[in-house]
Structures are given as C-alpha cells and as structure tokens.
C-alpha cells in the first residue's frame, strides 16, 4: 500500500532540492591563491565568470608559478561549490541517502 503522505513529501522534496539547485547554479563562488595575487570567480554549475590576477604582484616571466595559482584558486572555488552542493543537499534530505541525487 502507498502512503499519500510519503509521497506528498518526497515531492516537496524534491520541489526544495530543484530550487535550491537552482540557487547554487546561479550563485558565484571564489576562490583564490599566493594571498589573493590570482582570484576567480565561479558559477554553482562550475562554469568560470573570471579571473583576476594581481599582475603587478607577480614574475610574469615564471609562467609555471602564474599557472599554478590559477589551478590552485579554481580548485578552490570549485571545492566551494561541492561543499554547498553537500551541505544543503544533505539539510533538504535530512541524511537520507537518495541512490544517484548527488
């Protein structure tokens, strides 16, 4: 037998978790490396917005450095956005594991 109640619940939850993915896709996300010197900004969808770099705090001659900070800073704004993924993934299911959700 199917309860109608279960089922009204699992479909406001799954009305809550379309929304607030759609929050986390539109929102930005920064990330930074070398004390701010390189700074992106990213989308909840990973989708980079920009880049800025401090070129007057770097040896632009030493590309491998300049290249470095920017894979450090992605990869820390990329990190942001798997942790609100998580965290508010998880605050909607309340620790219910939901096979291919995220």
Do not use: C, H
Not at 53 to 76: G, R, T
């Amino acid at each position: 037998m199917i309860n109608p109640q279960m089922i009204k619940k699992l479909q406001k939850m799954q009305e809550d978790m379309k929304k607030a993915q759609e929050e986390i896709n539109n929102a930005i996300f920064y990330g930074q490396a070398g004390g701010s010197i390189v700074k992106v900004a990213v989308k909840g969808t990973k989708e980079v917005v920009s880049i800025d770099i401090k070129k007057e705090e770097i040896d632009l001659s030493d590309f491998d450095i300049l290249q470095d900070m920017i894979v450090v800073a992605l990869n820390d704004a990329f990190k942001k956005v798997d942790k609100e993924v998580e965290e508010t993934m998880g605050s909607l299911t309340q620790g219910m594991r939901m096979p291919g959700m995220f």
